[in-house]
Nanobody, 124 residues
Framework: VQLQASGGGLVQAGGSLRLSCAAS????????MAWFRQAPGKEREYVAA????????YYADSVKGRSTISRDNAKNTVYLQMASLEPEDTAVYYC????WGDGSNQKRYQYDYWGQGTQVTVSS
């Protein structure tokens, strides 16, 4: 499966963004989808995941309550809606996919497919 992330940009602190990740293929509904992010000089970290079933999304503590992950299987797309953005959210955001699994999969090695990343910059 090929993934194409989009929706990043420059936003002021307190603002909102919606990231999108479009997937190729006809088996999107069998993939658990996740978002990771990588800030300059830091390791890539987990942000959120949603299972192939679509229920029970999981979030990193750093974004919990401020972000919502969702998926539209008819459009082969997963979204990450982020609100109350902080400068600490500045990073390249990557979408990732793994066959089956569930939203509790939070490790990079658990995902087989990655998008190219989209830059999110939050100014103070």
């Amino acid at each position: 499966v090929q993934l194409q992330a989009s929706g990043g940009g420059l936003v002021q602190a307190g603002g909102s963004l919606r990231l999108s990740c479009a997937a190729s293929g006809r088996t999107f509904n069998s993939y658990t989808m996740a978002w990771f992010r990588q800030a300059p000089g830091k390791e890539r970290e987990y942000v959120a995941a949603i299972s192939w079933i679509g229920g029970n999304p999981y979030y990193a503590d750093s974004v919990k309550g401020r972000s919502t992950i969702s998926r539209d299987n008819a459009k082969n797309t997963v979204y990450l809606q982020m609100a109350s953005l902080e400068p600490e959210d500045t990073a390249v955001y990557y979408c990732a996919a793994r066959r089956w699994g569930d939203g509790s999969n939070q490790k990079r090695y658990q995902y087989d497919y990655w998008g190219q990343g989209t830059q999110v910059t939050v100014s103070s």
